[in-house]
């Protein structure tokens, strides 16, 4: 049963921006922190950014710090994370993830307790 499911990626050209979102089911979402990874084919799944359960704290990648902002929503039960400013490194496949705290979205490997499929996002140049 899928829980986690992302939306909002494709094709962009750099400096423009793109809007993802992940919906998740009730009990997961108001239970865990909600986070975005990304990954290339051949590398590791690197970590984009976090968001507490609250909403209160963030983290961010120092790849994209500055330019990608995480928010939840918790009535609807959605995370969402705005980019912007995207160059052509930021293509990758992007997962939507639920852990407990950000400190679990952070650690190697993340401890995480759900993924999404991932949503495509590429940059051109």
């Known amino acids: 049963q899928v829980q986690l499911v992302e939306s909002g990626g494709g094709l962009v050209q750099a400096g423009g921006s793109l809007r993802l979102s992940c919906a998740a089911s009730?009990?997961?979402?108001?239970?865990?922190?909600m986070g975005w990874f990304r990954q290339v084919p051949g590398k590791e799944r690197e970590f984009v950014a976090a968001?507490?359960?609250?909403?209160?704290?963030?983290s961010y990648g120092a790849s994209v710090q500055g330019r990608l902002t995480i928010s939840r929503d918790n009535a609807r039960n959605t995370v969402t994370l705005q980019m912007n400013s995207l160059k052509p490194e930021d293509t990758a496949v992007y997962y939507c993830?639920?852990?407990?705290?950000?400190?679990?979205?952070?650690?190697?490997?993340?401890?995480?307790?759900?993924w999404g499929q991932g949503t495509q996002v590429t940059v051109s140049s």
């Open positions: 009730g009990s997961i979402f108001s239970s865990n922190a």
């Open positions: 968001v507490s359960r609250y909403g209160v704290t963030t």
């Open positions: 993830a639920a852990a407990g705290w950000i400190p679990d979205m952070m650690s190697i490997p993340p401890r995480t307790n759900y």
